[in-house]
């Protein structure tokens, strides 16, 4: 029930087009879900995050969209760029003393330029 | 304003022996939380530190401790190395009052145990 489910695993988009990446949870007390990008050798980069009282959130090329009762929530990268090329984690956590994240497996994309 | 910082960026160790890896989180933040991240998979919550003691704690065996330090600084102790404890661990802070929920990733010590 802590697990949260992340696919696809690697992802090719042509540039300028729309990359989706998925994610499902299980766990209904989850109330923050971030999202971070990855470079290889670095430390995950916070993109956009959301609350399951909104929706949608969009921030630049980024957008998140949220089905709370599907449980699940997806990341959108917009006219996605050679440059956006890297490891997108999805996570979901809730407070309980503390914050802790349970991250996704993580997803693979490259941006063909 | 400086980001979150970890040292040493990489180390090598054999099984068996004890490693220390230290983390400055970001100016402004007193909470620091530590991850693992095995090659190819998601970080995993190791422990969570505030006003210098441990405030959550994941699936991780007592070999892995921490401190934090009045200055927020922290550090992760692994004794006992294992194999399997080969991985990019990472540090994270989260700031005093308001978004305490967001995590800011430092880039991480990479450790091989041999």
């Known amino acids: 029930q802590q697990q949260v489910k992340q696919s696809p695993q690697s992802l090719i988009v042509q540039k300028g087009g729309i990359s989706i990446i998925n994610c499902a949870y299980e766990?209904?007390?989850?109330?923050?879900f971030p999202w971070y990008q990855q470079f290889p050798g670095k430390g995950p980069a916070l993109l956009i995050a959301?609350?399951?009282?909104?929706s949608e959130k969009k921030e630049g090329r980024f957008t998140i969209s949220f089905n709370k009762s599907a449980k699940q929530f997806s990341l959108h990268i917009m006219d996605s760029q050679p440059g956006d090329s890297a490891t997108y984690f999805c996570?979901?956590?809730?407070?309980?003393?503390?914050?802790?994240?349970?991250f996704g497996t993580g997803t693979r994309l490259k941006v063909l330029a | 304003e400086t980001g979150v910082t970890q040292s040493p960026t990489h180390l090598i160790k054999t099984r068996g022996q004890q490693v220390t890896l230290r983390c400055s989180s970001q100016s402004g933040h007193n909470t620091v939380s530590w991850y693992q991240q095995a090659l190819g998979q998601g970080p995993q919550f190791i422990f969570q530190?505030?006003?210098?003691?441990?405030?959550g704690r994941g699936n991780f065996p007592p070999r892995f401790s921490g401190l934090q330090f009045p200055n927020y600084s922290s550090e992760l102790n692994v004794n006992a190395l294992e194999l399997d404890d080969s991985a990019l661990y990472l540090c994270?802070?989260?700031?005093?009052?308001?978004?305490?929920?967001?995590?800011?990733f430092g880039p991480g010590t990479r450790l091989l145990v041999l």
């Open positions: 994270a802070s989260s700031p005093l009052g308001g978004s305490k929920e967001t995590q800011y």
């Open positions: 766990n209904t007390a989850f109330d923050y």
């Open positions: 530190y505030y006003r210098e003691e441990e405030n």
């Open positions: 959301i609350r399951p009282d909104v």
């Open positions: 996570a979901a956590s809730k407070y309980s003393g503390t914050y802790k994240y349970i």
